[in-house]
């Protein structure tokens, strides 16, 4: 078990963000942030298999836990994912308990599931050099599965007990879009659903984690029993401040 899985488990609270611009140097500055965690997007954000591996790369050196997500659960980009040296995944769009089963599977080898053999090749055995890797990586995975729909939101515990599902993220933005207020994560109704949810989640065992970048609404979903939060974003956090600093400047 890892470090960061070990936390979870023990529900303390982990502060992370996102970094969506695809840099391996903004990833390393954002790494020196003394954050718990960063999770860099392929969903959203212009990321390959190459440009998360110089990532990963990028943030090794800091006492932070990269998460990777995937643009889908898809079984062979989870496979370049761990093979790459991920060990920490969150899944977008899970909606019920069969799925969190198959993405649970996709992520250890045989018997136990159906990932891939190929660590001769894989930063994440050191290219075959790291003894023992194959009779341990299952073991150093970490799972979280994303809801994000009112319909995945019904599934909460069903999910909540797929065995090797480490933490259920809610998302309220596409939460928001199934609720009929799309680009209002901050919606009342949204804010007390998310926070049912993650009630829900907490009640069923499993840590709970959500994003929110006003600052109110994340310390709310905390008191709500939120143990893992994304509370900012690189590229948002620099289009913010470059216009505050040029408009500090312009000219009146």
């Not at 990833?27 to 110089?54: K, M, R, T, W, Y």
């Amino acid at each position: 078990m890892t470090g960061f899985n070990e936390r979870l488990a023990a529900r303390d609270r982990l502060i992370g963000m996102w970094v969506a611009s695809a840099s391996p140097i903004v990833a390393e500055i954002c790494a020196g942030s003394s954050l718990d965690f960063l999770l860099l997007d392929a969903e959203h954000a212009p990321n390959d298999v190459p440009s998360l591996q110089a990532q990963l790369q990028a943030v090794a050196p800091y006492p932070i836990t990269p998460v990777l997500r995937p643009p889908m659960g898809d079984a062979t980009l989870i496979k370049q994912y761990l093979d790459i040296g991920a060990t920490a995944l969150l899944i977008p769009m899970v909606s019920s308990a069969e799925q969190a089963t198959e993405l649970v599977r996709a992520t250890r080898y045989p018997p136990a599931g159906i990932r891939g053999v190929g660590s001769a090749f894989a930063r994440a055995a050191r290219w075959g050099r790291a003894a023992g890797y194959l009779d341990t990586a299952d073991g150093g995975i970490t799972l979280l599965v994303q809801v994000e729909t009112a319909i995945a939101l019904d599934q909460i515990e069903a999910i909540a007990g797929v065995d090797g599902v480490d933490g259920i993220f809610v998302g309220p933005a596409d939460l928001a879009a199934s609720m009929g207020h799309l680009g209002q994560a901050d919606h009342p109704e949204v804010v007390d659903r998310v926070t049912d949810a993650i009630q829900r989640i907490v009640a069923a065992g499993t840590p709970a984690g959500v994003n929110a970048f006003a600052e109110d609404t994340a310390r709310r979903y905390l008191d709500a029993g939120a143990s893992f939060v994304l509370v900012g974003a690189d590229v948002t956090i620099l289009a913010r401040e470059s216009t505050a600093l040029a408009d500090r400047y312009r000219t009146p």
